[in-house]
């Protein structure tokens, strides 16, 4: 609202000892009211949410479009046709929280949507993400902020290597310097240690910080939360627990390049994306991760 609008707006309220000027005791309080609450309505959007619901007449996949958009999938099987089971995306029983989205990766039979990437960078994916065509909540902009949260449960048998495994990306989409991510939460081997890492990328260089032992995070819920603002002097925090208590780290940072030239928008991606090189024949057949509860909020 304008600040003309909020005069025109005031002039509803006329003082009954002054009728015939404008509430001369009033217009002020509401004038003033309207320019220190109202930007934070016009720059506040919508949350967005959402949960595997096991009674409803929607499967995984539309459930999540219904939410992200319709082209917010990057699953093997809606993306290519494979041969034997297909469905990547499913909703479960859970006894801890109900019910979740289950996110299966076959190392075999899975690819990187329909790239083909050479030798030596092979990859694979199934994430579901923020796109050009999702609502404004899930898409972030400088001077903006996004708070997103959502519950994620590594299976117990999940292998990871000294390659990248990705189950969350804070990524731009833009013209140029959008290769490397804003943040990633990635399960690693790193000198010798497997760990659940945050990745903070400043440009083509990152830092990486400890969360949790890896043998410690697998088969149990993580509550996860970023609040990231962005700009070419931002900031991130991120949070990570368990809901049995055993886990609990939170990594912040000020003065953080979270928006670089060439940027168009930032959103999030959740699910599993992972590099194949060298390191196949060290993972599972199929590897399994769950996610619920997603709430993305913006101002």
Known sequence: MTS???????LCFKSPRT???CGVFVCPFFWLLGCLILPEFVHASKTVKLQATLKSNLNAVDQIKASF???SIEAPDLLKKIVGET?????VRDQKIKSAFEFLLHRDLDGDRDKIWPVGKERQRNEIKGYQGSVETLKGYENQTHQIEWHLKIEETFKITKEFCHFFQLKAVGTH???????TLSGVVRKGTPQLQLQCWKGDKSERHFLADWEACRGKWLQCTVQCQYGKMGSYKFSIYSLDGTIEKTVSQKDFPSWREGFEFVRPKWGIYRSLATVKNQLNPIDTVY???FS???R
Do not use: M
Not at 4 to 10: H, M, T, W, Y
Not at 177 to 183: M, S, T
């Open 69 to 71: 958009g319709k082209y």
């Open 291 to 293: 996610l619920n509860h």
């Open 4 to 10: 003309v609008s909020l005069f025109q707006f005031s």
């Open 19 to 21: 009728p015939q000027k």
């Open 177 to 183: 310097n959008v290769d490397a991510p804003i943040l």
């Open 87 to 91: 469905d990547r995306i499913r909703i």
């Open 296 to 298: 993305i909020q913006k």
